[in-house]
């Protein structure tokens, strides 16, 4: 059974900015700084290439929590390494667009697990590295081997259920198809912590509410641990948009990211 530690965000797209032949602006900032700015300078018709600085005019949208603006900027990001159940509650967020790894096409009999941050901390200590188990810490083991167990005995029988069920057959179906039925059938018995994948698309709006919401003390840890992922991300494509966040307490391990400006 594959172990999974820790999360990865890719980004894979974002919005670029074209401009306009007929509404110029001025040059500064990259495409989400431009494409913000242009729709901010839309609303009050203050076009000009000689006009406020998009950086300059992107702070007051901040700082006046003007959000909508933000919305045109979208940004998508291919998350693998995290448990079915994190993705349950990530794609609660509305204005996320999903598409996430079927358990009904995919196979699943080799498939990973991704262990929350609680269980992967024990993970390290005694399969990693090495540590020789002790009075004190043998409660740790224990609860992580008996989680593990549990793990693995739920991708057993979900292996046993597919071939029962392929053997069966009683639809007489064939190749993909039938495939397909059995995994339907059994991948309910697959556990909460299975491996999944997914692309996320959302705008930069939806971006910062879900890094104020999802890296916060409230959430759990397996989530925070993503947000931490999808800030440093986020950061390198539009790092104005998210200059004001500061990391304000660690809590297991993993920052709280809170904004300057709140709920823009």
Not at 208 to 235: D, K
């Amino acid at each position: 059974m594959k172990v999974i530690l820790e999360p990865k965000v890719k980004v894979i797209a974002h919005s670029q900015f074209l401009g306009h032949p007929d509404y110029p602006i001025p040059t500064d900032g990259g495409d989400a700084v431009q494409l913000c700015a242009f729709a901010a300078k839309s609303c009050y018709d203050s076009f000009g290439a000689d006009g406020r600085p998009n950086a300059e005019n992107q702070l007051g949208i901040l700082e006046h929590r003007h959000g909508s603006v933000m919305e045109h900027f979208y940004v998508s990001m291919f998350i693998e390494g995290v448990t079915r159940a994190l993705t349950l509650e990530l794609n609660r967020h509305r204005l996320l667009n999903i598409s996430q790894r079927s358990t009904r096409y995919v196979k699943e009999e080799d498939s990973a697990i991704v262990l929350e941050p609680y269980y992967a901390e024990f993970y390290r200590k005694f399969e990693i590295d090495k540590a020789p188990i002790t009075p004190e810490n043998v409660n740790e083991y224990n609860v992580l081997f008996r989680f593990m167990g549990a793990a693995e005995y739920s991708f057993g029988s979900y292996n046993d259920q597919v071939k029962y069920l392929m053997k069966q057959n009683p639809k007489k179906l064939d190749g993909f198809d039938l495939r397909k039925w059995a995994r339907g059938k059994a991948r309910n018995s697959l556990p909460h912590c299975l491996e999944t994948r997914a692309v996320y698309t959302a705008n930069l709006r939806a971006w910062r509410w879900i890094i104020e919401v999802r890296s916060g003390e409230g959430a759990e840890p397996e989530v925070r641990r993503l947000a931490h992922q999808l800030f440093m991300a986020l950061s390198d494509v539009a790092p104005l948009h998210f200059d004001d966040f500061s990391m304000t307490r660690i809590i297991d391990g993993y920052p709280v990211y809170t904004p300057k400006f709140s709920k823009v």
